[in-house]
């Protein structure tokens, strides 16, 4: 959260590397004219979420609904491939109020907000896709750390993906960047197992953050 009024950061150019990242993603799917949701996979005490919100907004993205998922219980016990990994279970708690709290205190209107708590191995399922509604994803922010959160999450966006989608990971450069942990394993296997989507690097943001455009390719390439 800022203690800027908005007038004085841009004047200073006192942005975060968050929203220079989500400005620049909000640009991109404006002059794409790419349609769709703003969905957080991992939302913790509201910050990005926050700054999605009022990017949105500066960019009169008036139809754009935003969907939080997380445990509100922090990090899931680690296991398989995540094991050894410097998180523990319970990392980044933040309760459902605490996280409405701080959304209410950034002006975010709570009637655009779509709150999902829950381990993403239960609760990231076509039930609760089909009881949210979502049906196009034009930005998605996965800050789930761990690889199996990342897993869990890409595979339930599956189908939302459109041409253009900008998907940000927070943690891309965890795990000292190695390729085969973390978020950069979930999305290379992600990836390899839709050979239909395919990835263009877009922009780095803080230390650890990547972002990437989707592209569906077209039928007969």
């Known amino acids: 959260m800022s203690m800027y009024p908005e007038f004085v950061k841009k004047m200073l150019n006192l942005y975060s590397s968050k929203e220079k990242m989500m400005q620049r993603a909000m640009a991109l799917i404006r002059y794409g004219d790419i349609k769709g949701d703003y969905l957080e996979f991992g939302v913790w005490n509201g910050n990005s979420f926050s700054i999605a919100y009022k990017t949105a907004q500066a960019n009169k993205f008036k139809d754009m609904k935003f969907y939080a998922f997380d445990s509100f219980e922090g990090l899931p016990e680690t296991k398989g491939i995540d094991i050894g990994c410097a998180f523990k279970k319970g990392d980044f708690s933040c309760s459902v109020d605490k996280f409405k709290s701080n959304l209410k205190k950034e002006k975010v209107d709570l009637n655009k907000v779509f709150i999902t708590k829950g381990w993403y191995d ?67 296997e992600w990836l390899e197992k839709n050979p239909d989507i395919i990835a263009t690097e877009f922009y780095k943001f803080h230390t650890l953050g990547n972002s990437f455009i989707l592209h569906k390719k077209i039928k007969g390439d």
Do not use: H
Request: glycine residues 8%.
């Open 122 to 188: 239960k609760v990231l399922t076509s039930k609760t896709k089909e009881k949210l509604g979502i049906k196009k994803a034009a930005l998605i922010m996965i800050d789930s750390d761990l690889y199996s959160s990342a897993k869990s999450a890409l595979d339930f966006i599956k189908d939302e993906v459109q041409d253009g989608t900008v998907i940000m990971f927070d943690d891309w450069f965890c795990f000292g960047g190695n390729p085969f942990c973390g978020e950069r394993r979930a999305f290379s």
